[in-house]
């Protein structure tokens, strides 16, 4: 038998995160988490979407949410209540889906710029300007060459949040990237959060990304330079 709320709280403290960074990344109102962690559970409508904040936070924090929902369960619950819901699904795969499609509309209208380009080739007009495909031909090359954010998860992975621009720019992916999985970005100016960092592999327009082994590290990341942040 062990203390859920004393447990939760210790874990979150000793990797250093708050709050709204937690309710952004689970989905779990702050109100709720802090329920949890002061065993307030009559603050959490129902048992149901109690025992499903209560996994998805522990399993969070990197603790093992079967546990704490056993433990809850062999504590406080009673019979009548409701059914355990499904467990949400993570952020992460639904960011991978948008990054998938995003993928697929490029390839679709790369295509479509393909087929232009021999269309207008096969009906040129002998004796026309030579400075009309070399147009075209820049305009792809711009496309080709722009910067992307590539983030490969090696060894145990890793939970990475990425902002545009700054700390407070519009969020571009939040969520787990385990071994082997690959997600990119469009730009070239990015704020990253990277809970460990030797779990990740990072490259910005083609080149490596030095990230300093600190637990719950946060850089700003261009092309010319890496600047780790305060905080």
Known sequence: MFEIGTSLREARERQGLGYPEIELATKIRAKYIRALEEEDFTSVPGDAYLRGFLRTYAEYLGLDGDV??????????????????????????????????????ILVLAGIGVVAALVFA???????SPDTPGIGTNKHRNSASAPQLVLRGVGQGTYVQVRHGSRSGK????????????????????????????????????????????HNLRVFVTPQRTTRLSG
């Open 68 to 105: 704490y929902v056993d433990e809850y369960a062999s504590r406080f619950i009673t019979s009548g209540r409701d059914e355990l819901p499904p467990r949400p699904e993570r952020r992460r795969i639904r960011t991978r889906e948008r990054t998938i499609e995003r993928r697929a509309v």
């Open 122 to 128: 096969a009906f040129r007009i002998p004796g026309s």
């Open 171 to 214: 969020l571009g992916f939040s969520g787990t990237v385990d071994p082997g999985e690959t997600d990119s970005l469009p730009g070239s100016r990015f704020y990253l959060l990277v809970r460990t960092p030797a779990g990740l592999h990072v490259t910005l327009d083609g080149r490596a990304v030095a990230l300093p082994a600190v």
